[in-house]
T-cell receptor
Framework: EADIYQTPRYLVIGTGKKITLECSQTMGHDKMYWYQQDPGMELHLIHYSYGVNSTEKGDLSSESTVSRIRTEHFPLTLESARPSHTSQYLC?????????????FGEGSRLTVL | AQSVTQLGSHVSVSEGALVLLRCNYSSSVPPYLFWYVQYPNQGLQLLLKYTSAATLVKGINGFEAEFKKSETSFHLTKPSAHMSDAAEYFCAVISGGYQKVTFGTGTKLQVIP
């Protein structure tokens, strides 16, 4: 049973607002990821982390930022939201080890920017 | 570079019929391959994975997939569809020591009663 949690599940905000999407996992996984998911599109990796104080940008350019101060916590922040940021954001984690591969996903945060 | 292609963004089958969801991969080195399932308003859940052991992999809920190197395919099958199988299915690949998983665009499975 995966134990990875995302809040909020749904968020509707106005343009220009700062938002933070929270992601926490209780499995002690070193690796954590943020994916952006749009209908009919593949999941795009926007950020990942291999451990505390490690963050990297993913394959898809994103204006969001992330931090990894604690192993269990990997929040994503948008300083000034725009309608183009409307999407579903999925957080995931995996155990350390080469090619472990298996990802555990949260239920997602669906963001709508008006 | 690694990539996956899922043929058919939508697949409809009758309840009790065979389910076949297609996935082809591209990888310069032997890959690890995965199928994930996403139910409405939920995150993705691992269905099964191929990690260079047996080429026929069995997963949860009666699904299985066969790794065919000659065809660079990893198609997902289930002999008899159930209404609860209606979901979106994603094929994914990781290869060459990369720590990042590449997903396909997904296939939505509709099961008709």
């Amino acid at each position: 049973e995966a134990d990875i949690y995302q809040t909020p599940r749904y968020l509707v905000i106005g343009t220009g607002k700062k938002i933070t999407l929270e992601c926490s996992q209780t499995m002690g996984h070193d690796k954590m990821y943020w994916y952006q998911q749009d209908p009919g599109m593949e999941l795009h990796l926007i950020h990942y982390s291999y451990g505390v104080n490690s963050t990297e940008k993913g394959d898809l350019s994103s204006e969001s930022t992330v931090s990894r101060i604690r192993t269990e916590h990997f929040p994503l922040t948008l300083e000034s939201a725009r309608p183009s940021h409307t999407s579903q954001y999925l957080c995931a984690s995996s155990a350390a080890g080469l090619n472990t591969g298996e990802l555990f996903f949260g239920e997602g945060s669906r963001l709508t920017v008006l | 570079a690694q990539s996956v292609t899922q043929l058919g963004s939508h697949v409809s089958v009758s309840e009790g019929a065979l389910v076949l969801l297609r996935c082809n991969y591209s990888s310069s080195v032997p890959p690890y391959l995965f199928w994930y399932v996403q139910y409405p308003n939920q995150g993705l859940q691992l269905l099964l994975k191929y990690t260079s052991a047996a080429t026929l992999v069995k997963g949860i809920n009666g699904f299985e997939a066969e790794f065919k190197k000659s065809e660079t395919s990893f198609h997902l099958t289930k002999p008899s569809a159930h209404m609860s199988d209606a979901a979106e299915y994603f094929c994914a690949v990781i290869s060459g020591g990369y720590q990042k998983v590449t997903f396909g665009t997904g296939t939505k499975l509709q099961v008709i009663p």
